[in-house]
């Protein structure tokens, strides 16, 4: 599984980012959502 995020800027003006964690019983990613209301910073 790939360590990528996703990260988006909603119509709110907020910014939401994916995070895939997992897999559910039929194969399908699973994701956890972060909300901000500034840009979130990616430390690589």
Do not use: Q, W
């Amino acid at each position: 599984m790939k360590n990528t995020m996703n990260i988006y800027k909603r119509k709110d003006g907020r910014f939401e980012g994916r995070i895939p964690f997992g897999r559910d019983d039929n194969g399908n990613l699973k994701y956890r959502y972060l909300y901000s209301r500034n840009d979130f910073v990616n430390k690589t």
